[in-house]
């Protein structure tokens, strides 16, 4: 099994702050998923990250992988009590059959 | 229409008892699989199923025993419930499997609350 260790476990803010999110592994990924879980949902895919330093943007979200392909980081901007939920990384190895994912980060968000 | 769904929400039982979850996709994808979520919600696989056939079985007890009755359904059967099994069970489903570095979306379901008393 391939461990993702994300960072911080929890984080409270205000509206309006700036935040980034860290998810790291001493293992190669071929690839990284980021998700978001609302309270009493499934987890919903944020976005699939591929290539070495590849960085994607989904409205305020940034998401970059890094150069090794052994960590990620997810960037919020101006964050919103819309983005409260508990974020979590996932990587597939290149001889891996299914996704491992790391221990999730918690933040709220409020007015 | 909901992709992916799970019967029951919620399942409050006695230790010892057995008890089934169904999910069922209507996606048309080939791969089911069953995660756990903790207290701490660390989400981890247990079962992946793909055109009926069993393709991952991480270290999970005997107890559980998953089963697809055709590529739409995957049901998740418990024997002989344990306190330790109190959890969220997730069904998700995708396109196709996973593997050789290939990324898949997977789709979740809301998840089954199970509480073992």
């Known amino acids: 099994t391939q461990l993702l260790e994300q960072s911080p476990q929890f984080l409270s803010i205000q509206e309006g702050e700036n935040l980034t999110v860290y998810c790291n592994s001493s293992?190669?990924?071929?690839?990284l998923q980021w998700y978001r879980q609302e309270p009493g949902e499934g987890p919903v895919l944020l976005v699939t990250?591929?290539?070495?330093?590849e960085v994607k943007k989904l409205k305020r979200l940034t998401f970059q992988f890094g150069d090794a392909r052994k960590d990620s980081s997810l960037h919020i901007t101006a964050a919103q009590p819309g983005d409260t939920g508990l974020y979590l990384c996932a990587g597939i190895g290149y001889s891996g059959y299914a996704l491992n994912f790391g221990k999730g980060t918690s933040l709220l968000v409020t007015p | 229409d909901t992709a992916v769904s799970q019967t029951p929400k919620y399942l409050v039982t006695q230790m010892g008892n057995d008890k089934s979850i169904k999910c069922e996709q209507n996606l048309g994808h080939d791969t089911m699989y069953w995660y756990k979520q903790d207290s701490k919600k660390f989400l981890k696989i247990m079962f992946s199923y793909n055109n009926k056939e069993l393709i991952i079985n991480e270290t999970v007890p005997n107890r559980f025993s998953p089963k697809s009755p055709d590529k739409a359904h995957l049901n998740l059967h418990i024997n002989s419930l344990e306190l330790g099994d109190s959890a969220v069970y997730f069904c998700?489903?995708?396109?196709?499997?996973?593997?050789?570095?290939?990324?898949?979306?997977?789709?979740f379901g809301p998840g089954t609350r199970l509480l073992v008393l």
């Open positions: 998700a489903s995708s396109q196709d499997s996973l593997g050789g570095g290939l990324f898949e979306t997977q789709y």
């Open positions: 293992s190669v990924f071929s690839s």
């Open positions: 990250v591929v290539t070495g330093g």
